[in-house]
């Protein structure tokens, strides 16, 4: 546990007397570094990925989310008036305090009824952003193009060919590519704020099982909801860890969920949004799939669990195959989610 007074002195709210309030390691994320600091605020740590000026972005947009009245932490500014402090020899990084929000943290969607709760509060967020200008600080492009993910991966084999799971990906690579080629054009969606990380561990729940706030606020971007929610489908209805050896995809879940967001979202959500959505969580299984893959073969992965798996590579193939198994168990369930948003979008009188 790092001294973390340096970073706590340079908040004017933990000036008063009395004692200094208990740092925690808070468990939950798998990005940041984070920590509950008295009963009222969490301090985090960003990973590397994010610059400071993304704390920028968070603090422009969470005034039109509380307007709305959406439940996201704010950012506490810092002495200087920044959202963010650094440079703190010798704790070094980037690091941010945020308010803390009551509620439970759950790490998989456990019912119908828990989908729909989440994904009308994930409406209610894009609908409180929906028409709002913002020109992005800090910017992370290229995160969903699945055609450089697949060229990644191409170049991944061509690169690595006496690699131990050569064969595994190369022929991991023939289904995905065939599986891409046949999944369809890409639509073409409004532009929309995005959270960009919709999983449900960026949600917090109430006693009852309502949704109530959402965290995590580093990935929003401009973006479309084919892949914003592609991405929360493809993980809320995933019943078992990114690693387990048969995936499926949950529709029970996935129809609750589509029904619980058009329904909170129908006053702008537009007919061509809703009809991509019964596609998109395969869409992302593959492409992540394709980034998995990739890894395996370049042993890249900062997050590997060396109890479980004898190296990096191991770990990326069982999640690459994991997202595959996903995908075609979406793909199957694609059919009866079209049926679905076709009679949501009559219902809705969508536009
Ligand atoms: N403001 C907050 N209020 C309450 N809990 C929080 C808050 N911020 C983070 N947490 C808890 O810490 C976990 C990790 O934080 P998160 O911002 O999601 O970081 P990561 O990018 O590492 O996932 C969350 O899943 C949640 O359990
Ligand atoms: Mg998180």
């Known amino acids: 546990m790092p001294d973390l007074s340096p970073i706590l002195a340079c908040y004017p709210v933990f000036d008063r007397a009395g004692p200094t309030p208990a740092v925690v390691p808070m468990s939950g994320g798998l990005i940041n ?22 704390n920028l972005d968070i603090a422009a947009l969470v005034p039109h989310l509380h307007a709305a009245g959406v439940r996201v932490p704010s950012i506490v500014a810092a002495r200087d008036g920044r959202p963010f402090v650094t440079g703190l ?6 690091w941010r305090l945020l308010t803390r929000l009551p509620g439970r943290t759950l790490h998989s969607v456990p019912s119908p009824a828990v989908a729909r709760t989440a994904a009308e509060l994930c409406a209610r967020f894009h609908g409180a952003l929906h028409g709002v200008a913002h020109t992005f600080a800090f910017e992370r492009p290229g995160a969903h193009d699945t055609e450089l993910h697949r060229s990644r991966l191409h170049q991944a084999l061509a690169r690595h060919p006496s690699h131990r799971f050569h064969g595994d990906v190369a022929a991991l690579t023939v289904g995905l590519d065939r599986a891409w080629l046949a999944w369809g054009p890409l639509p073409h969606l409004p532009p929309r704020i995005v959270h960009g990380d919709l999983k449900v561990s960026n949600l917090l729940f109430d006693g009852d099982g309502a949704a109530t706030a959402v965290l995590d606020l580093d990935t929003m971007a401009w973006g479309t909801l084919d892949i914003e929610l592609g991405d929360a489908l493809r ?4 019943p078992g860890r990114e690693d387990d050896p048969a995936p499926r995809f949950d529709v029970a879940v996935g129809l609750a969920a589509l029904d619980g967001y058009a329904a909170a979202a129908a006053a702008w959500l537009t007919r061509a949004e809703l009809a991509a959505l019964p596609a998109a969580a395969e869409h992302i299984a593959l492409e992540l799939s394709m980034r998995f893959a990739a890894d395996a073969l370049n042993e890249n992965y900062f997050g590997w669990d060396a109890t479980r798996f004898a190296s990096r590579a191991e770990h990326n193939l069982v999640r690459a195959l994991n997202q ?3 995908a075609q168990s979406a793909a199957a369930a694609r059919s009866e989610l079209v049926a679905a948003t076709a009679t949501l979008a009559k219902r809705l009188c969508l536009e």
Not at 40 to 51: E, G, K, N, S, T
Not at 89 to 94: L, R, S
């Open 235 to 238: 993980s809320w209805c995933n």
């Open 89 to 94: 020899t010798p704790v070094e990084g980037i």
């Open 324 to 326: 595959w198994g996903l």
């Open 33 to 54: 570094a984070t920590f509950a600091v008295g009963s009222d605020h969490v301090l985090q740590r960003l990973h590397p990925i994010f610059r400071g000026e993304v």
